[in-house]
């Protein structure tokens, strides 16, 4: 072992005062594991704008106790020296059901309470979204939530609200990261809770503020629609987290009577025993509520992913019958499925005033198409929900306020409540979608074909290609595609080319206009037809993501099977001789 790494886990142990992370460093050097002890130095887990997020573990390359402590404490720093009032305004603290949660989360508060920072801290595993209502609902400085959302179950990771109840973007990240930085070199002090209770530093957070979010959803102003809520009927998992208790309570809430857990996923549990990847756009994910939804003929089957704040939902097929298994009888919306059904159903209730939408750039652009038919506007932002929330508040007005959010990976905000993806309020806006087109004798089935018949029928695919090392050390695919520009894409003419890294969109003809986005490593390819190609690298692995987006219309005597099927056929040309040019 050299002796630079000697030092780095020397000072880590001074500061470590956790006795299960010491062993586990100490058997490691027991072994002579230099190998692995080199990996857990190499750095320290990056703090983004997504917070942090990793496997579970000793060492500043993983998630663990000190991690946490020395994050809190840049966060801390970070806050007093940006929010004058931050120590009363106070930070919320939640937690998901994960193994090492509530530790970190606790860990957290002691932290804040040491630095001065009031707290308000949740008795209880709480949905992500809670948090994020909880800034805005307690007039906080900022909120942190311990969770590593739909990711394997040796991961955790921590999440930073700012006070506007959104996730942070720039330049909150990179200060939050240079505080973190300086807190690692220095023994981090904690003041028990017991102790912040005392010196009125610690609020716990207890059934009150559940029910004060629960009350939220019953009285929001885009979740009024209360037409035969009794004929829907749905399955529901949490997928072994924290969201089920809430789920049901704001369903009941709304009307919705025909509603079937699936007991086996219903409570929390860390090691999510029955799916081998807790995220409900895995396959196999959605397998037990799905037989649930078959076993009671429900509509729908219903998912949020262990930290609850992203929806998903399988439909029952026109065709279906109990004869059939139950992935026969119910097809997975997509995510751009679920976004446009949701920005269509809330814009055609909508008030006059609130008619401002927001997608990502990757996400479908036919809600956009449906914006301008209803006489609404969609912004569109970066990719991630921290885009989304923080222009959504940006753009609204007093007479265009915000109604609707969504990005394609299952994220959506309904109205302004959290200003964040909130699968709770999704799931309850779903059901009374459906609901109303059951009303009808329609199916959610019925009102899809309907929008394809209007707009054209949009086919959404994402291709991701993994990067070696030799390509790693090569100048980006972005780097190379603005030297080399293509002229065309699988046969297609190229329209416009927007160069998201320099703000300019450049057409065929040479011209050129401003784009408002901020800066960010992208390419986008509109194409003849109406097709769309999108090349940007990926902000947390070593890949290169291209998004591909097709059009077909509808002729008089096409049938939806149709026009999907000569959809698919044009898909599957775009992504193969695009990637064979990026190859």
Not at 126 to 154: D, E, K, M, W, Y
Not at 412 to 432: C, E, H, P, R
Not at 490 to 504: F, L, N, P, T
């Amino acid at each position: 072992m050299d002796t630079h790494l000697q030092a780095k886990i020397h000072h880590w142990l001074n500061l470590d005062k956790d006795e299960s992370s010491r062993r586990e460093i100490q058997a490691l050097i027991d072994s002579g594991d230099s190998e692995v002890l080199a990996a857990r130095f190499s750095g320290r887990l990056a703090f983004g704008t997504a917070g942090i997020r990793g496997v579970v573990g000793a060492g500043p390359m993983r998630m663990n106790r000190l991690v946490v402590q020395q994050t809190s404490m840049g966060v801390a720093q970070y806050l007093m020296a940006q929010v004058s009032d931050c120590a009363e305004r106070g930070v919320v603290v939640g937690y998901d059901g994960r193994h090492d949660s509530k530790q970190f989360a606790h860990d957290t508060a002691m932290v804040l309470a040491a630095a001065g920072i009031k707290v308000y801290l949740t008795v209880k595993i709480a949905p992500t979204p809670l948090v994020a209502f909880g800034v805005l609902h307690l007039g906080a400085a900022a909120g942190i939530v311990v969770t590593a959302s739909h990711n394997p179950p040796q991961y955790n990771g921590y999440k930073v609200y700012w006070g506007n109840g959104a996730q942070i973007i720039p330049p909150h990240d990179t200060g939050i990261a240079a505080c973190i930085e300086h807190a690692a070199t220095a023994p981090i002090g904690l003041m028990s809770l017991e102790k912040a209770r005392l010196a009125d530093r610690l609020v716990m957070l207890d059934d009150d503020f559940y029910q004060a979010y629960r009350q939220g959803i019953r009285q929001a102003e885009v979740l009024q629609n209360h037409t035969s809520p009794e004929k829907v009927s749905l399955a529901y998992t949490a997928m072994h987290g924290v969201g089920a208790e809430m789920a049901e309570m704001v369903l009941k809430d709304a009307g919705v009577t025909q509603v079937y857990s699936v007991a086996a996923q219903r409570e929390p549990d860390g090691d999510f025993p029955t799916v081998n990847f807790p995220n409900p756009e895995e396959a196999g994910a959605m397998d037990l509520v799905m037989a649930e939804a078959h076993k009671h003929s429900a509509m729908l089957a219903c998912a949020n992913d262990p930290d609850a704040d992203r929806f998903a939902v399988a439909v029952r097929l026109s065709h279906a019958t109990r004869e059939m298994d139950a992935s026969a009888a119910y097809q997975m919306l997509t995510g751009d499925q679920v976004g446009v059904l949701f920005g269509h159903y809330l814009l055609s209730h909508a008030s006059d005033d609130q008619r401002l939408t927001c997608r990502t750039i990757v996400s479908s652009s036919l809600l956009s198409q449906i914006a301008i038919s209803m006489n609404a506007v969609c912004e569109t932002t970066l990719t991630g929900f921290k885009w989304l929330t923080n222009v959504g508040m940006s753009k609204q007005t007093a007479d265009n306020r915000f109604i609707f959010a969504y990005e394609e990976a299952l994220g959506y905000t309904i109205g302004n409540m959290v200003w964040d993806k909130d699968g709770l309020s999704a799931l309850v806006a779903f059901a009374q979608l459906t609901a109303e087109l059951a009303s009808k004798g329609q199916t959610i089935w019925d009102r899809l074909d309907a929008i394809y018949r209007q707009y054209g029928f949009y086919l959404n695919e994402q291709v991701s290609i993994a990067l070696s090392a030799s390509d790693m050390s090569q100048p980006t695919i972005g780097d190379r595609l603005r030297r080399q520009p293509p002229t065309e894409i699988a046969e297609r003419a190229i329209i416009s080319v927007d160069d998201i890294s320099i703000g300019i969109r450049r057409f065929a003809d040479g011209s050129e206009c401003v784009i408002d986005l901020p800066v960010s490593d992208v390419l986008i390819y509109q194409l003849e037809g109406g097709a769309r190609v999108i090349v940007r690298p990926s902000g947390t692995e070593p890949k290169v993501k291209c998004y591909y987006e097709v059009i077909e219309q509808f002729s008089a005597d096409d049938t939806l099977q149709d026009v999907q099927q000569r959809a698919a056929l044009a898909m599957a040309k775009l992504t193969t001789m695009h990637q064979q040019s990026l190859a």
